[in-house]
């Protein structure tokens, strides 16, 4: 078939008519392509559950353990009747009932870390920083159905180990964690206790020179392929802390020593997370470029940065929780920083991407969360603040897509 010839003028119009209608589509294709991905990140945030006055438990700093209902148990360093820190239960639904006062005497009193929860039993192991036999911290077990406590160790103060910040992680039936205080050094330590209470230092932090293995652990160990990994806040070749692993018998390893400035991050406060390889994630509470944070990943023992924070950015701030490992991401919280710098709570890619999926407006939906995210059913991820909500004094809350 034989087209009437056309002129250059009508060709050009043609032409520029063609571009028109392609660069329309391509527009129309990214823009459908950023809304999906911002669907994909919408998260609604709500409050279950807003702390108020003693007897009522109240400013937890912790991370939350579930049961096989779904109820979430926890630890708050304030409130109860005794106003000296309680463990606490919240439902699904949101109905929050102390399940035990601390009264600060042998039994212990303001815990700080998140529980342990026994598959077997439900019963729930913990530390307080204060209380127990010398008011240097205890280790205990906690029936979450009776009330009853026990307390498994009470720290002396000196190579024993004082003041553990940490929660515990249980390996058959000894429990692992660490002090921030006391230890031969008196930088801090790694213990174990077993069933019948004995307790043993499997390392003494010694953060003076020559050693420089670090000090002031703040978070407790992960248990991975049967060896155990964890941070000290200071310490090592720069005294800005470290990531270390240690075995069952205490054999110890120092893995990276954070050099701190621009380039890299500086006092870890959370603990470790990893990926499907092995290669190990975590934050740094100050740091960075800005001096805010990072996030970090150690692969063979060298450390590359995947993100800095910005002080007072959007993106968030000073983390002081450890990641989850979901599907090939990791999810945290920062204490501060986002749109009202109350904190967010962010995913990050295994190539360094950030998206922050809430910022905390700094009111009723609870700002400055401590603590690391619990997944729950439905992508549901739950966590608390320290402050906001009702009372002012600290949510539980809940992320869902």
């Known amino acids: 078939m034989n087209f009437p010839p056309t002129s250059s003028a009508v060709r050009s119009l043609e032409g520029k008519q063609v571009a028109s209608r392609v660069w329309a589509f391509v527009a129309s294709c990214l823009l459908c392509t950023l809304s999906l991905s ?11 559950y807003s702390f108020a006055n003693p007897p009522d438990a109240f400013s937890p700093k912790c991370n939350l353990v579930r049961d096989t209902a779904g109820n979430m148990y926890g630890t708050t360093f304030s409130g109860g009747s005794h106003n000296l820190g309680a463990v606490f239960m919240a439902t699904p639904a949101g109905v929050e009932s102390v399940i035990y006062n601390f009264a600060g005497g042998a039994d212990g009193s303001h815990p700080v870390a998140g529980l342990f ?5 439900g019963n729930l192991f913990g530390t307080t920083v204060y209380g127990g036999a010398t008011n240097n911290g205890t280790v205990f077990v906690l029936n979450p159905t009776t009330g009853t406590e026990t307390v498994l160790y009470s720290f002396k103060g000196g190579q024993d180990g004082a003041n553990p910040y940490s929660s515990v992680v249980r390996a058959g039936t000894t429990v692992f964690g660490t002090t921030y205080n006391g230890g031969a050094f008196g930088y801090g330590t790694v213990f174990k206790v077993t069933a019948a209470g004995k307790e043993a230092v499997l390392h003494s932090f010694n953060s003076a020179f020559p050693t420089l293995d670090g ?11 049967g060896i ?9 070749a720069s005294n800005l802390g470290t990531v270390f692993s240690i075995t069952k018998t205490g054999s110890y390893a120092l893995i990276y020593s954070f050099k701190g400035g621009s380039p890299d991050g500086q006092t870890p406060n ?11 994630y975590g934050t740094t509470y ?3 470029q800005d001096n805010a944070g990072v996030v970090y990943v150690l692969s063979g023992g060298a450390e590359t940065v995947l993100h800095h924070f910005a002080r007072n950015g959007a993106d968030g701030m000073n983390s002081y929780a450890s990641l989850i490992f979901i599907k090939g991401s990791f999810y945290g919280t920062t204490l501060q920083g986002g749109s009202a710098n109350a904190g967010t709570v962010f995913k990050i890619t295994t190539s360094g991407t950030e998206s922050v999926l809430h910022a905390f407006t700094g009111g009723a939906d609870g700002y400055n969360p401590y603590s690391a995210l619990v997944q729950g059913a439905n992508n549901t991820f739950y966590s608390t603040t320290l402050v906001g909500g009702t009372s002012n004094l600290g949510t539980v809350f809940k992320l869902t897509p």
Request: aromatic letters at 10%; hydrophobic letters at 40%; a positive charge.
């Open 117 to 121: 929860r026994d598959a077997k039993t």
């Open 286 to 288: 100050a740091g960075g």
């Open 215 to 225: 000090s002031y652990p703040y978070a407790g160990l992960v248990l991975n392929k």
């Open 270 to 280: 959370g603990g470790v997370a990893f990926d499907k390889s092995g290669n190990i």
């Open 228 to 236: 155990f990994y964890g941070t000290t806040t200071l310490g090592g």
């Open 38 to 48: 911002a669907m994909a990140l919408a998260q609604a945030e709500s409050v279950i």
